[in-house]
T-cell receptor, first 115, second 114 residues
Framework: AQKITQTQPGMFVQEKEAVTLDCTYD???????LFWYKQPSSGEMIFLIY??????QNATEGRYSLNFQKARKSANLVISASQLGDSAMYFC????????????FGAGTTVTVRA | DSGVTQTPKHLITATGQRVTLRCSPR?????VYWYQQSLDQGLQFLIQ???????AKGNILERFSAQQFPDLHSELNLSSLELGDSALYFC?????????????FGPGTRLTVT
């Protein structure tokens, strides 16, 4: 079974607007971490934001925020005030357990920011 | 710049050949992970090393092997290459301490098998 599901293959957003990228996950482990990574066309993977399963507050990092709904097993990424440089592929990933364990990735969502 | 380095950046080789991909983790990171990104399989975990020892194995083919050396750099060896092995291979590292344990990725090695 898929551990991470990203249902939006591609999205368009106007510059300066906000965009929400969906991510749902599946795990029976009570301790887990959720991550978002950005992959520009150049190919590198850039860590954006992290949410732990026990964190009470939604994570925020600059223009990135994570809408964490534990009961629904969703961890949507919100990018506010989109910029042209935000055009990239975005991956949601999960680490099961507390520690240095592997990441399971979703299929990714391509975001294209229009001027 | 994540601090993780990978060489070479690009590699073109023929079927049946063997190649070695090299990774140097961020300073102080003891855990190294290898991932494969291909169009049909997406991003898949291959193998993890911690301080020189294999810690976890994922969907790694028997033709592939890896190791982590005392200076903590790691190598991924791919042998008897097939067309389907063409992919972007990432190395990542993490420090293992703390709750977050985010993994920092290198720039990747793009392998093309012809």
């Amino acid at each position: 079974a898929q551990k991470i599901t990203q249902t939006q293959p591609g999205m368009f957003v106007q510059e300066k607007e906000a965009v929400t990228l969906d991510c749902t996950y599946d795990t029976s482990d009570p301790s887990y971490g959720l991550f978002w990574y950005k992959q520009p066309s150049s190919g590198e993977m850039i860590f954006l934001i992290y949410q732990g399963s026990y964190d009470q507050q939604n994570a925020t990092e600059g223009r990135y925020s994570l809408n964490f709904q534990k009961a629904r097993k969703s961890a949507n990424l919100v990018i506010s005030a989109s910029q042209l440089g935000d055009s990239a592929m975005y991956f949601c990933a999960m680490r099961e357990g507390q520690g240095d364990y592997k990441l399971s990735f979703g299929a990714g969502t391509t975001v294209t920011v229009r001027a | 710049d994540s601090g993780v380095t990978q060489t070479p950046k690009h590699l073109i080789t023929a079927t049946g050949q063997r190649v070695t991909l090299r990774c140097s983790p961020r300073s102080g990171d003891l855990s190294v992970y290898w991932y494969q990104q291909s169009l049909d399989q997406g991003l898949q975990f291959l193998i993890q090393y911690y301080n020189g020892e294999e810690r976890a194995k994922g969907n790694i083919l028997e033709r592939f092997s890896a190791q982590q050396f005392p200076d903590l750099h790691s190598e991924l060896n791919l042998s008897s290459l097939e067309l389907g092995d063409s992919a972007l291979y990432f190395c990542a590292s993490s420090e293992r301490q703390g709750a977050k344990n985010e993994q920092y990725f290198g720039p990747g090695t793009r392998l093309t098998v012809t």
